[in-house]
């Protein structure tokens, strides 16, 4: 009964590939994200979508492409893998609605990240 | 932007120490979260403070939020090994549409035998 899962949990590739990591939610959150931690454990958000609408966009490469099919689904492609990407990407999900209302929590549920190394 | 400083940023204890680790900003914020992070695992959230001033408990874990709700503090009596971990304060604004909080760099707690 896991609540985030994502896949896979590791993965090492070379430079310059192109790889996708995946992201699911069974909590009927309407809102996910993306976070990179850094080998500082420094936890910085990437990307949040809510209702598959994007509405986080941080200062990314645009070499990162999340991809929401539904609000239950919350996928990284990233193209052109470079060494500064490896890190531990962490899914998370939580209930907000579209509009956020006095006295709403960002409680955020995290997945178990997925170690990217690249070689 | 919005930051927030944790410290200390590494804490290595004995079993049955207490310590407090604190949260801070020149910031306001509307609730301060705290998570603890495990080894290869996400974070998991342990509480939300919302009202300045507020003290929250749970088990030996003692959470307070500033009066002015720019800062926190953790508070763990008689450290147990299971408390070991990454812990991650992180705070959010309600209203307006923004949806992301703000994460401290964490405390690395160890507490050994």
């Known amino acids: 009964d896991t609540a985030v899962s994502q896949t896979p949990k590791y993965l090492v590739t070379q430079m310059g590939n192109d790889k996708s990591i995946k992201c699911e939610q069974n909590?009927?959150?309407?809102?996910m994200y993306w976070y990179k931690q850094d080998s500082k454990k420094f936890l910085k958000i990437m990307f949040s979508?809510?209702?598959?609408?994007?509405?986080i966009n941080e200062t990314v490469p645009n070499r990162f492409s999340p991809k929401s099919p539904d609000k239950a689904h919350l996928n990284l492609h990233i193209n052109s893998l470079e060494l500064g990407d490896s890190a531990v990407y962490f899914c998370?999900?939580?209930?907000?609605?579209?509009?956020?209302?006095?006295?709403?929590?960002?409680?955020?549920?995290f997945g178990p990240g997925t170690r990217l190394t690249v070689l | 932007t919005q930051l927030l400083e944790q410290s200390p940023q590494f804490l290595s204890i004995q079993e049955g120490e207490n310590l407090t680790v604190y949260c801070n900003s020149s910031s306001v914020f509307s609730s301060l979260q705290w998570y603890r992070q495990e080894p290869g695992e996400g974070p998991v959230l342990l509480v939300t403070?919302?009202?300045?001033?507020e003290v929250k408990k749970l088990k030996r874990l003692t959470f307070q939020f500033g009066d002015a709700r720019k800062d926190s503090s953790l508070h763990i009596t008689a450290a147990q090994t299971g408390d070991t971990g990454l812990y991650l304060c992180?705070?959010?604004?309600?209203?307006?549409?923004?949806?992301?909080?703000?994460f401290g760099k964490g405390t690395l707690l160890t507490v050994n035998p």
């Open positions: 979508y809510n209702n598959k609408e994007l509405i």
């Open positions: 998370a999900s939580s209930q907000l609605p579209k509009r956020l209302l006095a006295g709403s929590y960002n409680e955020q549920f």
């Open positions: 403070v919302v009202t300045g001033g």
């Open positions: 992180a705070g959010g604004r309600s209203g307006g549409s923004n949806y992301k909080l703000t």
């Open positions: 909590l009927g959150h309407d809102t």
